[in-house]
């Protein structure tokens, strides 16, 4: 079993930054990709940015240009800096981790940038 806890969302302005964060623990060895999803009310989830444990990263076009995510030296955090945020990226964000056999999610953090 893997757990992931998310820090880091909250209330900005249009064109801030915020900086989200997502701890791994347990079986963490059985995880290769970690990545983002978000979901805005009404909307099906969808997948922001993700990167494998070689490090090879994976963007929405919504998100390049204005997002990174990076992990940690440990390879169990997994980090997005999301900087000229729009009202358009309000939603509630996952922390998602590809094991070998099972998905794990976070329970997801807010996200709201007014305008």
């Known amino acids: 079993q893997v757990q992931l806890v998310e820090s880091g969302g909250g209330l900005v302005q249009a064109g801030g930054s915020l900086r989200l964060s997502c701890a791994a623990s347990?079986?963490?060895?059985?995880?290769?990709?970690m990545g983002w999803y978000r979901q805005a009310p009404g909307k099906q989830r969808e997948l922001v940015a993700a990167?494998?444990?070689?490090?090879?990263?994976n963007y929405a076009d919504s998100a390049k240009g204005r997002f990174t995510i990076s992990r940690g030296n440990a390879k169990n955090t997994v980090y997005l800096q999301m900087n000229s945020l729009k009202p358009e990226d309000t939603a509630v964000y996952y922390c998602?981790?590809?094991?070998?056999?099972?998905?794990?999610w976070g329970q997801g953090t807010q996200v709201t940038v007014s305008s």
């Open positions: 998602h981790a590809a094991g070998i056999v099972y998905d794990y």
């Open positions: 990167i494998t444990g070689g490090g090879t990263t």
């Open positions: 347990g079986s963490i060895f059985s995880i290769n990709t």
